[in-house]
Structure formats: structure tokens, C-alpha cells
């Protein structure tokens, strides 16, 4: 019989392209849905660093980790709010020991003494995560150039500013004692659609957050990356997607407890 070689060729391509995009499915599904939850207390320390925990993601985020035994230093713009976040995570997990620190990731990412503050917050304490959960957008969907100057100028400073410098705050105890996770929450504005151009300044910062914490590798989309610069050093470095929340079509508690 004739073997037509190119056609053999096009099908073996095809076959390691199928094989491929099986395997991250399969993955994508035992990573959600199957594996058992890391014990992060152990694994990485026992306190986690979380800013925009007053709210949303933020705070079920902290519920959880709290539930897994871990201590927080929760970081926000306003005492009031980071007091009703500390009493509804003790409310769930009385056993947890919180910290709160007030800093504006808008008006003084790099001054005002927000640093110093988080500087104190952590000394003495064996900090495992950091979860960059502060973020913000526009109000509404705009075109570019019809979004407020001091709006997108807002945007950048929390989204990229904010978590640049938090980070820089946490990661050096990370890198001394060689373990820890850094978490930069992203958006599927950055992977799951091909451009999303009714908030493009916010989906340039939550790409450059993934790119940073990931080192240059794969930003928003990846789900467990080794970071290549430094990050890798001290453990893991992780952007995670987070699709639409809020406008009352899920409950995020529910979502992100659900997810573990
Ligand atoms: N919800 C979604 O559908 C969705 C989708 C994709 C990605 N995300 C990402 O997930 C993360 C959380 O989203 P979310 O919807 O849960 O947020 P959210 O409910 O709107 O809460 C935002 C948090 O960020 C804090 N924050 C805002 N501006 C700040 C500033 N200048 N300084 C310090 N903290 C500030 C807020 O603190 P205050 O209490 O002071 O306001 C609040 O704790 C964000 O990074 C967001 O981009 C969300």
C-alpha cells in the first residue's frame, strides 16, 4: 500500500496537538476539582499577607486561609473597614491572629508610610503567603480615551504600583528563609478573551502583574508557575485567573470556598 508521507506527517501533528490540549484539560481538571489542598501552614508558614481584604475575593479569600490555620496581616486604605474584615474573619475562625494595616495603594504606593507599617506588621512573624488581592477598575466599560485621567492613573498605581511595592516589602523575608508563595490575583480579561478593549488599562496592569510574579513567563492564565527570576528561589510564584464576580451573580464566599 502507498503511504502518502505528508499526510502521515499533518496527522502526527495533529495527534501531539490533541494529545497536548488533552492534557492541560485533564490537568486544568485534577487542579481544580481533585487534588487535595496544599497544607500552606506547613508547606510555605503560617501567616499570609492580604491586601483588598476588606471586600469581595479578598476577604472570602482570607475566611480560607484562616480556616486553614493561618494567621493574617490584612492590608487596606481604610481602619473602619479593615476592623469589620477582621471581626467577620474571627466571626468564622476565632483562632486566628489578625493584624490589620492601613495603606493607600493609590496615593502612596512608594511614600506615606505604608511600607513601614507592613515593615513592622511582619517583623517577627514567619510570613508564608501574599496574596495581591487589591484591585480596582473603571467604573463602567470606556474606550480609552474616554476614561477619567485621575480614574486610569487610579487603575495602574493599585493594580501594578500597589503590588509592586507590597511585594517588595514581603519577598525579601521570603527569599531568606527560601519559601513562600506569592499570589497576584488576575482577570480573564488577560487570556480569556483576545483583547477586552472596554477596559484596556485594566487588563495591561493585571497581564503586567502576572508577567512580574511569573518572571516572565506566562501571566495571567497560569495556573501554577514557577516563577524564573528570583521568586523561584524562595518557592512559588502564582498568578491566578479569576473570571467575572459580583453583580450579584455568585456569591464570592461561596465561589472561592467551593474552590478551596
Ligand atoms: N470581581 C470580579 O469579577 C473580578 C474579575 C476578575 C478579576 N478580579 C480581581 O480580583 C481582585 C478582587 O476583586 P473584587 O471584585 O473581589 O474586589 P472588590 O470587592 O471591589 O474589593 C477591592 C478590594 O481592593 C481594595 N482597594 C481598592 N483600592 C485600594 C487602595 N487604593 N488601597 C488599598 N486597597 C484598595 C478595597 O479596599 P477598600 O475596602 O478600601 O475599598 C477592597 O478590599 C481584584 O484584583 C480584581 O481586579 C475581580
Known sequence: MEVNFFLLLLSLLGLVSFLKRSFSLLHWLYASFLRHPKDLKRVYGPWAVVTGATDGIGLAMSVQLARRGMHLVLVGRNSGRLKKATEHILARCGDAKVRTVVWDLAEDAAGGGGAERLREA???????????????????????????????????????????????????????????AVVNVGSASTVALPSFPLHAIYAATKAGCGSAVLGGGRGGAAPQSRGADALSRCGRATSVLVGPTGHGLFDVETVVSAYG
Open 122 to 180: 511582619i517583623e517577627g512573624v514567619d510570613v508564608g503567603v501574599l496574596l495581591n488581592c487589591a484591585g480596582v477598575t473603571y467604573a463602567g466599560a470606556a474606550y480609552f480615551h474616554e476614561a477619567e485621567e485621575r480614574v486610569w492613573r487610579e487603575v495602574v498605581k493599585v493594580n501594578v504600583d500597589g503590588t509592586s511595592h507590597v511585594t517588595r516589602v514581603v519577598l525579601p523575608k521570603m527569599v531568606n528563609r527560601r519559601r513562600g
